[in-house]
Each structure stands twice: as structure tokens, then as C-alpha cells.
């Protein structure tokens, strides 16, 4: 189960595992999402929470045959919204955990614990789940790098032969997977989730506590009255929160993409960094290398936004999402009826915190945007750090490549039958003295 900032979801995977025969590989049956806006929301809405939470729990009871509840491991993986609440206020977090693990036992699944993960476990095993699904772990092939965009942080993870682990060893991670070794360069941007960047944008832009705030990155037309306490709620920006700011400020659009850009870009650092190469905040990155995917949030975005389509020019990429920055609020809310105004009137920023990210942020540029896939699923499960977990905790993933016969099952089948035929042929012929004479002698002209 996924407990991060802005949702919580359960994911079930099959357990013990029947694997598939051909590929061994173990798939996600299902996906609940608890509604609601996560385990977080015990700290202040228990009763709503824990109601959400019973439900979905519900659901994995079907789901799992009954005779298998007592032996399917359940863990409790909790992110970055959790990470930040620990920080905010630990004894709130504590209490957030006793009512989950309370809840959760309840249930007739061999409970295994909760646990906040790490920023660097978060971005590893979001690794490892899109490598394995891939079967590039199996096949020891070329791995590919791993994006991923939380509420709360961000992780970029990948291999580079630019990096053994000596420089900023706190960004390594070293497995040996499949008889393969992998030294993994990985980092979580705690605050750089979309939600949460957001927050620092907007605390940049109203830290004079002024009483309205023109924003470029939200719609022309846009407009919403907001409170100074809740933008400024969160490790994230509480030390910025301005002395004598009004209760509530007036937010305004005004969909101006280049300079939502330049605002976005203010919540970045690049001023110093003391290795070889950063990507921001003082943090080292390798060179980029190999393909990439992309997913969770990017993926969201990206897709309402149609720009999932990497090979279209990063500069085009730019100019359609200018012209929706620009586009005015109420036609959006027509275009969209079924979308969730709060995603609606986020889209425009979020889709230039993506692209800021990765080309201010990551370094990739034109020609390496290309290499980046947005993906939201591979065969069908879910791209994200759960089944890498999962994987782990339960040693799914051999460190040794399993003993394979010198020939697959099928090899052995065609050998030992051309042996036989071989066989069976010189058992006649050993037989010849005794064949029958030819009685019709050939006849020589
Ligand atoms: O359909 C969507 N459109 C836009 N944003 C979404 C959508 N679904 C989830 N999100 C947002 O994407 C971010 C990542 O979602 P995820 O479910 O991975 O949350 P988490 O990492 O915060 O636990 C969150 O900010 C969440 O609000």
C-alpha cells in the first residue's frame, strides 16, 4: 500500500506467486485507490479516512482468494507526504501511523508493517519496477532510467558510466540483480513534487504578503480567493510565510507562459555546486544516459496536455503549451467539463514545472528530450515504486542468475530426437548382412 502526500492506493499483487511460465514475472492484479486525499487526512478527518481506507481493504478481500488471505504479506509504504508531515509535526504522523496499523489489522492478511521510505528507496525501486517489467533486469540488457514525479517530491534515477558511486556516494545505490551488478545513481527531491513546487512558486510570488497575486501560470479569467495560513502549511515554505500578510489574498491568472517559466524557475538553485556536474540545489548528476520513462504525475499531465509525443520538437512542445497557458479560463472549464478543477486550473503550471524540470532542472535539451518516454503502465502495471518494494521485501529478484539448463526444454526435446532417428538408422544398417539379395541384379550397358 501507497501512502504518499495527495493519495493513498492498494496495490495487489499475486501472492504466493503463480508466475507466468514464460516471462516468471509477477503481475498486478488490481488497484485500488483510497478516495479522499490519503492517509495524511487521518491526522485531521480519522472517521472519513479510515472509512475510505476500510472499503478499499474490502475490495483486496475479494480480490484475494480466501484460502490465500492468512499467507499474502501486507507492508504499508508511506512517501514524501508523510516525510513532511514526520517533519512538521512527528507526534501527528505517529498517530496518522497507529490509526492506519490499527486499521489495517483488522484485517486477515498477514500484516507486515508500515514504514515512511526513503527519498533514495523511492527512487531505486521505481527503478527497478520499470527495468523488471521491461525484462531488462532478466535479460541483462541496457536498463533505462527512471522518472518520477510525486505530490510531494521528485526522483531521477539511472545508470551512467560517468558514475561509480565515489563522488556524492549518498546518491548511490548498488544491487546484483539477475548475476548482474547495477551501481544505481539516484535522488529525491524532497518539496520538487508538483503540489508542493507549486507552494514555493507562490510563496515566491507573495512574499511580500501582498493582497492580491498576479499569476502567469495560471488561465486569463482565472480567479479564487485563497488563505495565507493554507499556502504557507508545509515544511516546504513555512520558514518563508510573510510577518504581516492579510488572512487572504486574491489569486489572479493571467497565462503568460514565458513568464510562468521565469517564475517556475525561482524555486530552483544552480548557483553553487561542488562536484563534477549538478543538476540543482548544490546536487550532483552524472551524465544523462539511455532511454527514460516517465511517470506518475508526468504522465498525468502530459497526456491531458497531449504532449506525451517525444519526438515533437521541444520547441513546439513549448509553443502549444504557451497557447493553452494563454487560453481563457471559462472556455478551459468548457473544454473540460469532467475534469477536476483543481487539476483544470493546475495543468498550465504543471506542465511548465515538467518542462522546467527536465531542461533547466536535469539538463536534458533538445536532442535528449527524445529519449524520454511518458508512460503511465508497462504490460499493464503500474509504473512506481510499490512493485519494487514488494519485489524487495519479499526476495523475488534472485541476486544470482537462476541455474538455466544448457538448452531450454524445447532444445533438449529436438536433440534427443535427432539422436534417436540417428540411432534407429544405424541399427538397420548394422543389420545389412542379413537383408533379403536383390534378386534383379543391375545391368551394365
Ligand atoms: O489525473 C490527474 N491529473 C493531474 N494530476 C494528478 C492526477 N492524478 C493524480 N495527480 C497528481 O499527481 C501527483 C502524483 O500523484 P500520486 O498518486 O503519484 O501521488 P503522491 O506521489 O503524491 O502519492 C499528485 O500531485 C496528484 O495530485
Redesign the pocket.
Known amino acids: 500500500m ?1 501512502a ?4 493513498t ?1 492498494l496495490y495487489i499483487y499475486e501472492w504466493p506467486a503463480e508466475k507466468d511460465n514464460n516471462t516468471g514475472r509477477v503481475e498486478q492484479t488490481h488497484l485500488c485507490k483510497v478516495k479522499g486525499p ?1 492517509i495524511s487526512s487521518y491526522a485531521s478527518a480519522p472517521v472519513k479516512a479510515g472509512e475510505s481506507l476500510r472499503l478499499c481493504m474490502e475490495e483486496a478481500k475479494q480480490w484475494v482468494p480466501g484460502k490465500r488471505h492468512h499467507q499474502t504479506p501486507l507492508y504499508l509504504g508511506a ?3 508523510m516525510r513532511l508531515l514526520n517533519m512538521a509535526n512527528s507526534s501527528a504522523s505517529d498517530k496518522v501511523f497507529q490509526a492506519v496499523e490499527g486499521a489495517l489489522q483488522k484485517f486477515p492478511f498477514s500484516y507486515q508493517g508500515a514504514k515512511i521510505i526513503s527519498g533514495q528507496d523511492e527512487g531505486a525501486f521505481g527503478w527497478i519496477t520499470v527495468n523488471y517489467l521491461d525484462e531488462r533486469l532478466k535479460q541483462g540488457l541496457e536498463t533505462r532510467g527512471a522518472l518520477d ?5 521528485t526522483q531521477i534515477s539511472f545508470v551512467s558510466d560517468n558514475y561509480d558511486g565515489s563522488e556524492s556516494p549518498s546518491n548511490s545505490v548498488t544491487f546484483r540483480l539477475y548475476g548482474n551488478d547495477y551501481n544505481l545513481y539516484t535522488h529525491s527531491f524532497l518539496c520538487y ?3 508542493q513546487s507549486l507552494r514555493m512558486m507562490q510563496a515566491h510570488q507573495s512574499q511580500a504578503g501582498p493582497a492580491t497575486v498576479l499569476d502567469p501560470c495560471f488561465h486569463p479569467g482565472y480567479t479564487a480567493t485563497k488563505n495565507y495560513s493554507v499556502l504557507y502549511d508545509s515544511p516546504c515554505v513555512s520558514d518563508r510565510k510573510p510577518k504581516d500578510a492579510p488572512d487572504t489574498f486574491t489569486h489572479i491568472g493571467i497565462g503568460d507562459f514565458l513568464q510562468c517559466q521565469a517564475a517556475v524557475k525561482s524555486v530552483f538553485n544552480f548557483t553553487s555546486c561542488k562536484y563534477s556536474r549538478c543538476s540543482f540545489n548544490g546536487v550532483l548528476q552524472p551524465l544523462l544516459q539511455g532511454p527514460y520513462g516517465a511517470f ?2 508526468y504522465y ?2 502530459m497526456n ?1 496536455l497531449n504532449l506525451t509525443d517525444t519526438s515533437v520538437p521541444l520547441e513546439d512542445v513549448k509553443e502549444k503549451l504557451k497557447r493553452y497557458c494563454a487560453t481563457n479560463w471559462d472556455q478551459i472549464m468548457q473544454q473540460h467539463p469532467e475534469v ?1 478543477l483543481k ?1 483544470l486550473a ?2 498550465c503550471f ?1 506542465g511548465t514545472y515538467i518542462l522546467t524540470l527536465l531542461t533547466e532542472g536535469y539538463n536534458f535539451t533538445s536532442e535528449s528530450y527524445s529519449d524520454i518516454k511518458f508512460i503511465k503502465k508497462i504490460k499493464g502495471s503500474d509504473a ?1 515504486w510499490t512493485l519494487g518494494y514488494m519485489l524487495n521485501l519479499t526476495n523475488m529478484i534472485p541476486a544470482e542468475a537462476p541455474d538455466t539448463p544448457l538448452l531450454p526444454h524445447p532444445g533438449y526435446v529436438s536433440v534427443v530426437s535427432v539422436i534417436a532417428v540417428l540411432l534407429f538408422i544405424l541399427f538397420i544398417v548394422s543389420l545389412r548382412p542379413l537383408w533379403p539379395r536383390c534378386s534383379k541384379q543391375p545391368q551394365i550397358v
Open positions: 501507497d504518499g502526500s495527495s493519495h492506493a490519503g512517501t514524501a507526504g514525479l510525486g505530490g510531494a517530491s513534487g508538483k503540489d506518475s504525475a498525468f499531465v491531458f477536476k487539476y493546475e495543468y504543471s512506481g
